[in-house]
């Protein structure tokens, strides 16, 4: 194999890594954002972001049943209408209690 052929082989390697890489970025997105029912989806680095939380509590709320989730790919996701949904049931019950 000469120079030229080894280069060669070398840049297609280099892009078809990088073509692995994206299509990889763009199969995370579209479960993201179209993942069940059309409905954007959270893995839990963004809900531990939104909530501000770490991800044990995440998994106490998952083992508690205060937060529900479903497993794509051995990953876990939640929607963020029932997230939404989570956020005002407490926001309603802390409203609740603060006006008995």
Excluded: W
Excluded at 5 to 10: D, F, R
Excluded at 55 to 68: A, C, M, V, W
Aim: glycine residues 4%; hydrophobic residues 35%.
């Amino acid at each position: 194999m000469d120079i030229d052929e080894h280069l060669m082989l070398k840049a297609f390697d280099k892009c078809f890594s990088l073509l692995e890489r994206i299509d990889a970025r763009l199969n995370s997105l579209e479960k993201r954002e179209f993942g069940v029912d059309g409905e954007r989806l959270l893995d839990n680095q963004d809900l531990c972001q939104l909530l501000n939380v770490d991800k044990k509590t995440l998994e106490r709320y998952r083992r508690s049943g205060r937060l529900p989730f479903l497993k794509l790919g051995g990953k876990i996701f939640y929607k963020y209408s029932e997230i939404v949904k989570v956020m005002q049931n407490l926001r309603k019950y802390d409203f609740d209690k603060e006006s008995e």
